[in-house]
């Protein structure tokens, strides 16, 4: 605030001339349109210390629960009806969330822009020292109120105090980039607005690195556990050679969830409680949970919203606490759960399904993504993707049947995984030679067959399938070579360890999960 406003004081008079001139130029034709202008320029410039306050916060903290927009999202979310909610998760997947986050981003730069906007209006009549200050302290407080993040607050006062910076000519932008002679009232305006926008480039040039790691399930991490070395190598040994075919250890493992920003909790501060109809409640830290004895289980999650040959599945190597372990202590005497992440999502179900899962903080080696629920995730065998619960803070145990998140929005992905067959590759071999594969999961009914039909249905070949991975929830691959010369269709079907047909039966994700045959039409050349 010091640098802000010593800043300020040497500009008063500069800026005051600057805007009188911008209005008296314009005042000598049209009195109206001068105040018009002026509040133009004001306006422009409350703005430009909005982006500049959202690029400041940004910069600072990155796209954590910390940043000025996370609020703002989490409004957005709240705000957006129901139906649209689960549009945008489903359908649009990043697309939807990365529309609501842009939603955010101008909701956030506005309402900041309100909150400066008494500080311009005084600092463009003149008193610059008085308008900055107020026009930087307002917003600075209001983030700190919103966030909690001091760091985040300076970010945003320390973004305002550069655009105004500009806007008082501190920061000359205008004389480099701006060659028609404006007036000088509107060559400001362009110079804070360009500062802004640098401001906001900056962030996301040093950001986008350190934001989003990708963690590849392919390397193995040099301090991993020597048992989980051996499976994620038994992984690849065990991978179909199909180029182009997904490993059986995911690469790069989907995401659903309702945030925009996902949280960030802090292993120290983070706790999981076991309530409700239990003998004893029982709270753990993260380092109760740690101590205890680990299981290594291949396990693959599939989203319920995801299409018949969508890619929202995916198959990793989880390390953590079985559920029925960490429960013990408590002693449930109910038969449902209600699972709560710290993201407000929640999910209930029959505690049946839990007792063989599994509490997770590694995935593939390393401590669990921040994007796949760090610290803690529940992994419940065979099920739909939607009750493996993310950044898991409580199992509430109850002796009635509730409804979770999806549930009030009309979905019914609680229950077992449907059987499934993708085809997720289609390779033009040799002369007439075309190799199909993909991937096929049934939970834990296990896969026994991958039929392949090239012949509209009429006959099925048994497709080669990828020797199991250790597990009772998890995929196996298959893939099918044959010739052909003319233009066909190529189905195929899944059949599960209890000898039961993948559903023939088309119908779309919506509520409990895609059905029918996954078929390609094929042109061989
Ligand atoms: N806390 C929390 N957990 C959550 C969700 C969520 O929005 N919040 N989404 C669920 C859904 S719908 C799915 S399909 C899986 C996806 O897990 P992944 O993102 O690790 O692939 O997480 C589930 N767990
Ligand atoms: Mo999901």
């Not at 609680?414 to 040799?430: F, P, S």
Request: proline share 5%.
């Amino acid at each position: 605030m010091v640098a802000v406003s010593t800043t300020f004081r040497g500009t008063v008079r500069d800026t005051f001339m600057c805007y009188q001139t911008y209005r008296m130029s314009v005042s000598r034709t049209r009195t109206e349109t001068a105040d018009q202008g002026l509040w133009r320029a004001q306006i422009s410039l409350a703005l430009a210390t909005g982006v500049g306050a959202v690029a400041g916060s940004y910069l600072l903290v990155g796209r954590r629960p910390a940043f000025v927009v996370t609020p703002f999202d989490r409004f957005v979310l709240a705000a957006s009806p129901d139906a649209l909610v689960a549009f945008a998760i489903t359908q649009l997947g990043g697309l939807g969330h990365q529309l609501a986050f842009v939603s955010a981003v101008a909701l956030t730069c506005g309402t900041l822009a309100l909150l400066t906007l008494p500080g311009v209006v005084i600092l463009a009549n003149g008193r610059s020292r008085t308008g900055g200050s107020i026009g930087t302290l307002v917003p600075g407080v209001v983030v700190f109120g919103l966030t909690g993040s001091g760091l985040s607050s300076v970010g945003a006062m320390i973004g305002v105090a550069v655009v105004l910076g500009a806007a008082t000519g501190m920061v000359r932008w205008s004389a480099i980039t701006d060659y028609r002679p404006v007036s000088p009232g509107r060559r400001r305006v362009l110079g804070a607005i360009g500062s802004a926008l640098s401001l906001s480039a900056l962030g996301m040039i040093l950001r986008r690195r350190g934001d989003r790691a990708p963690v590849s399930g392919i390397d193995i991490p040099d301090d991993a556990d020597p048992e989980v070395r051996a499976l994620l190598n038994r992984a690849k040994e065990l991978s179909l050679n199909v180029e182009g075919l997904e490993p059986l250890v995911s690469p790069d493992f989907y995401e659903v969830d309702i945030n925009n920003i996902n949280p960030d909790e802090s292993r120290d501060t983070w706790t999981l409680s076991v309530t409700g109809a239990v003998e004893t409640e029982v709270e753990y830290d993260f380092s109760d949970i740690e101590s205890m004895p680990v299981e290594h289980r291949f396990a693959t999650l599939r989203c319920v919203g995801d299409q018949l040959n969508g890619y929202q599945m995916d198959n990793a190597l989880w390390s953590g606490v079985p559920a029925e372990a960490l429960l013990e202590d408590a002693n449930p005497r109910g038969d449902r759960v209600i699972l709560r992440g710290v993201d407000g999502y929640y999910n209930e179900f029959h505690i049946d399904a839990l007792m063989p899962g599994l509490f997770a903080h590694r995935m593939n080696g390393r401590p669990l993504p921040r994007a796949h629920g760090y610290p803690i995730r529940a992994l419940v065998p065979g099920h739909w993707g939607e009750i493996n619960v993310k950044w898991l803070t409580e199992i509430e145990v109850q002796t009635e049947d509730t409804m979770g998140y999806w549930e009030y929005r009309d979905w019914q992905g609680t229950g077992e995984v449907n059987t499934v067959a993708k085809i997720w590759q289609v390779n033009h071999l040799a002369g007439p030679r075309i190799e199909v594969a993909g991937h096929a999961y049934a939970g834990t009914r296990g896969i026994k067959a991958v039929e392949v039909s090239t012949d509209g249905g009429e006959s099925w070949v048994e497709a080669e399938l990828s020797e199991p991975l250790p597990g009772t929830d998890v995929w196996r691959q298959w893939r099918f070579v044959y010739s052909a010369v003319e233009s066909h269709e190529v189905i195929a079907r899944a059949r599960d360890q209890n000898g039961d047909l993948q559903k023939e039966e088309k119908d779309g994700p919506r509520p409990d999960g895609a059905t029918g045959w996954v078929s390609k039409p094929i042109n061989p050349h």
